[in-house]
């Protein structure tokens, strides 16, 4: 009997829903960065007469030069859209979006908005529709608990309004510090450290009410354990999938000790809620002591 040291790295990139273009974590964060500072703009209109009576003015003036991406609730404009929109005297967004019709907002402004913001992290499609969160939700996967959120990994955050009356905000993950403070990227309607509405990132924020979801296959049951005494030099390694697609093996790659596996066998456990199990077969050298420091990604 002996025990074993494996470092096992599974770098497995299902085929989401959104799109057949590979998505990886460090693209998630890039795409959220390129979203901070965007091409300088000017308005050309900051203001909306929805009748005489009411007159919504956007916290974007006129005559000012910009470089971010202003909030607007409903809205999933992309950094060229939206500076196109800009061109074409549409209304930026800012501070109490929500209050208008999504006519107004569809028709006649440009932002966007907290869910948007992800999803065009996520790289949703332009020829998508986006509705709300929800469409988020259906192409990710709510996590057990916030322990094990990742870069890359998105936020539901549930904000007590009045009373027991609630709304939720999405949140990009870039780190957990611990169970109640992230560093985060968000677009909000709000003004974080007397800054702007808009597209932002924001270190250290206290989450208290949340749903973890993530867009990235997820691991569980892996065999041997972490730690496990093995008699033989020959063993399977096995590991259990849970993602919102489909696995493709054009896009996993297996790492053991730094040796890529070629070899393995994906079974499908249950379509419907997209899991599978990998096995593959690894031989033991005499050097190495125990299972630890598995990391999935």
Known sequence: MKKILMFIVFTIIALSQLDANVLTRESVISNAN???????WTPLK??????????WESWYQTGNNYTVMPYTFGR??????????????KVPGGIGTSSLSYVVRDTR???LDCAGFIMRCFEYPDNERYNSWKDIRAVTIQLENDSILKSGDWINQIVEIEGTDTTTHQILCKSRINSKKFDVYESTSS?????YPGVQYNGSKTIEDKIPYSIFPQFSECTPKDS???AENDIEIGVTVRCKGE???QH?????NNSTITEYEIETVNNTEKIYRIRFNYTIKSYLKSIQNKDFV
Request: charged residues 30%; glycine residues 2%.
């Open 228 to 230: 496990s005494t093995v």
């Open 109 to 111: 402004m440009a932002g």
């Open 34 to 40: 390129s979203y901070l500072t965007i091409t300088a």
């Open 76 to 89: 999933f404009d992309n950094i060229s859209r939206f500076l196109e929109r800009i061109r074409d005297e």
């Open 252 to 256: 996993t790659k297996i790492i053991v």
């Open 247 to 249: 696995v493709d093996k």
């Open 46 to 55: 900051d203001t909306l007469i929805i009748s005489e009576d009411d007159i």
């Open 191 to 195: 003004i974080i450290n007397a800054d």
